[in-house]
Nanobody, 119 residues
Framework: QVQLVESGGGLVQAGGSLRLSCGVS????????MGWFRQAPGKEREFVAS????????YYADSVKGRFTVSRDNAKNAVDLQMDSLKAGDTAVYYC????????????WGQGTQVTVSS
């Protein structure tokens, strides 16, 4: 079992930055895959970024590549998402998720945190 709690959402102007954090508790291991997803009103949930618990194998959606950075924080036992150069189109509820490996489904989800970017 893995428990996930997101924090760090809020309201920011276009061009600004926010840092989301996903606190992780429970059973973790090096190949655990941590993902960030988002869902905007009226749209499907979409992949944003992922990273292995070991810090390796990082992937980004094309829409955020070069603007968002996913990383591990060993001290906090967390996975962070640094979001820079935010656009109005980044407005969504952001979710943290965990999967048992690179090809496993995301079985564990956090409650989500709202990110609103004003233009």
């Amino acid at each position: 079992q893995v428990q996930l709690v997101e924090s760090g959402g809020g309201l920011v102007q276009a061009g600004g930055s926010l840092r989301l954090s996903c606190g992780v508790s429970g059973r973790t291991f090096s190949t655990l895959r941590m993902g960030w997803f988002r869902q905007a009103p009226g749209k499907e949930r979409e992949f944003v970024a992922s990273i292995r618990w070991s810090g390796a194998n990082i992937y980004y959606a094309d829409s955020v590549k070069g603007r968002f950075t996913v990383s591990r924080d060993n001290a906090k036992n967390a996975v962070d998402l640094q979001m820079d150069s935010l656009k109005a189109g980044d407005t969504a509820v952001y979710y943290c998720a965990a999967a048992g490996g690179d090809w496993a489904t995301y079985d564990y989800w956090g409650q989500g945190t709202q990110v609103t970017v004003s233009s």
